[in-house]
């Protein structure tokens, strides 16, 4: 958006000479703001709370464009999509060793009673919601994973955690305002699928989740590795 802008400025400061002088000044005051937005890697990740707090601030500032245009969710899915670019170059020469992975509660079956907040354990799998497979590929890659009802206790949950990377899942308009949120810490995101409305029996894909994890996280042993016998000794 500051490029388009930029580029109105420069169209204006073309046509019309008397105000010139002004007109480039805001086009480069525009240029200025969004240069950091193009930086890579470790660059990105050291400006990435400017970076995210102004690409955020676009977006929500525009959003009511987008809404009128009949275009919202595909406005803010795609300062999600942006973001999640930035975040996998820094992750391609270096893994990640402390990631957390948050959930909204809404993924569980509304019906169902088994208590996953006190312990995501509690699950029994039954495979009529994202929770069993995201428990079953959890407990087998030792992820850390929070389940959360409120977004301000998930907030509390990852400042608490102190991660190097976190991968959410929720559904857009939440996913916007917790990059912009949690802006210092690298987010990788999963839009949630709603097929019930919002809050209710949402899902997502949990083989999404367990790519991401595979390409962004560093890989822990289950178990120890296998000391393999020497073969041809007498
Ligand atoms: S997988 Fe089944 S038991 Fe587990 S939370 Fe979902 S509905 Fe409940």
Sequence with gaps: MPLGLALLAMIG????????????????????????SFKHGEAYLRNRRAIVRWDGFWTTAFRPVARFLGMEETWVLSFCAWNNRRVQEVFETRRAKNALILLPHCIQMARCKADIFEDPKNCYECGLCPVGDTLEASLKNRWNVRIS??????????????????????????????LTKLAEVPCFVLPLQLPHGMCVDT????PNLITAMDNLVEP???TPAKIQPLEGIA
């Design 149 to 178: 009802n409120r977004s301000h206790k998930a907030y509390r949950d990852a400042r608490e955690f102190h991660p190097d990377l976190i991968v959410a899942v929720s559904c857009s308009d939440r996913l916007l305002k917790g």
């Design 13 to 36: 400061a073309f046509l019309h000479s008397p105000g010139r002088g002004w007109l480039v000044l805001i086009a480069v005051g525009f240029l200025a703001e969004v240069w950091p």
């Design 220 to 222: 822990r042993t289950t």
């Design 203 to 206: 899902t997502f894909s949990v």
